[in-house]
């Protein structure tokens, strides 16, 4: 991930927080809890915690990262959990979870990386474990707003996806920004499963 996209999340936290923390996200959160075979979540990525302190509210166990120094520190507070400091690369795991929620977090990196990222979230899985992410819908790469974007299209993502043979397309689906004012802005959202091949 570049540094003027963390250098983005570091100055600008509590507006960030402000405006995700009370979105009600339960549809897309409970899509991907009822696919989970176990208890293990990493929330890779996470932002202000709303994802990790919902999925713990539910009774599941979770772990979360995120590659902000203040979102780590404000996330830790509102969760009650210590939220790592950890770039995406560094994941160095083996079958530790059986899902990995990235919402709205990977779309940050190039995909030279996304691919490298992808086989470490693969191997961090439990055999049929899951990922939950989401892109910006559309085919721009760049920066935009101080931060830098890989937007996919279902056609793109199948196309890059499947050269990571770790991994498949369980489920997808398209839905509108859900932050207020946004409503127009498309997402991909995608779960993905590790295969044992």
Known sequence: MTDTTLNYYNNNAEAFIQGTISVDFSATQDRFLRLLSGKKILDFGCGSGRDTKYFLEKGFEVA??????????????????????MLFLDLDESAAYDGIWACSSILHLPKSELKEVFLKMSEALVPDGIIYTSFKYGTFEGDRNGRYFTDFTTETFASFIKDIKELVIKDQWITGDVRPGREDEKWLNLILQKTNS
């Open 64 to 85: 979360a990262i995120d590659g902000s120094v203040e979102l780590c520190k404000a996330a830790s507070l509102y969760t009650g959990i210590e939220v790592k400091h």
